[in-house]
């Protein structure tokens, strides 16, 4: 019975030494795991610039567009008889389209064939007339201005030619639009006339959106100016994937009340669908420190940092609350995080007391 009565004794003042020792803080806890905030100064954490600098990636809106979205139109005055193609087809460059009612302008053509081949006759027998008469004309008593008519005559039936040669290429050109081509490989977008209609030289008859040239148009906001002029590179990201580009222009002009400037891509590997929107991603090409770190002294913004057992502080140029900053300092400076708030500048920091061991 004694012996368990000791035992009890024993694990009850145990339990109350244990209890009386104090328990580890958050602060001491977190000074033992991470290295980099270990400071021997009072009241204060540090940790490198190396540590803490990134280079933070900014983004604009931006959207895929195809560089042709065509209305394919008659180039002449027609009836419609037949549209091959439905909304949604992809075709190729030179694919038929739609076809025109052509019997008039067959019949123009026949025409301009025939005045030509006429016009070519008259002047080959005209031709052979006049070597006739100044043969002739050195020999007997043809007048010269016998002569000289039949050169004008033949002069004029060269140029007549020429005239209904024309006539005869166009009355050919019209007949070809009577078939409508695809100008290049697109995709069918919308049909805007129907079978039987009558169209004007120049009324659409279907949308034509090509296909394998495209570009990403973005809006930079002036703020994001200096980063992306900088930038070595560009993403277009939609939906976790990402699409390497190549800056082609910037428009030299700030948009109507937009406070930004339209900037023009080009995809280097594989291009995004027509249409989509997603991000421009590009990162900044200098490091940075995280927006909680700036600090307000004497009107000015800058950083705190460890130098010659003082608090420096080191002023940044053009910051913006609640955003990253750039601040000129090597990897190795001690940049001041817990206790900053409190420090003026130059003020001398206090080295922590070193912990007097036990004798025993």
Known sequence: MRSLILIANTLFFTTLFILSKPLLSAEDNFGQVSKSTASVYQGISTASFGSLSFRPKRSAPAKVEAMNISKISAEISAKITKISVKPGVVVKTGEILATL?????????????????QTQQQFSYETKELKRAIKVAHKSSLSKSEVERRQTLVINLEFSIDANRANQTIAEQNVNRCTIKAPF?????????????????????????QLNNSEVSATISISNLASFDNAAEFNFVIQNTSYPLKLRTVFGFIANNSSSQNARFIFTTDTATIGSTGRLEWQAPAFHLPAYLLSKRGGNDGVFIVRDDLAAFIKVKDAEEGRPFIVALTEQDKVILDGRHALQINQKLKFKKAKMKDAE
């Open 101 to 117: 009612e052509c019997r008039d302008y067959q019949a123009r053509l026949s025409t301009a064939q025939a005045i030509l081949k």
């Open 185 to 209: 490989k697109g995709l069918i977008s919308k049909r805007i006339a129907n079978v039987g209609e009558m169209l004007a030289a120049g009324a659409p008859i279907l949308e034509l959106v």
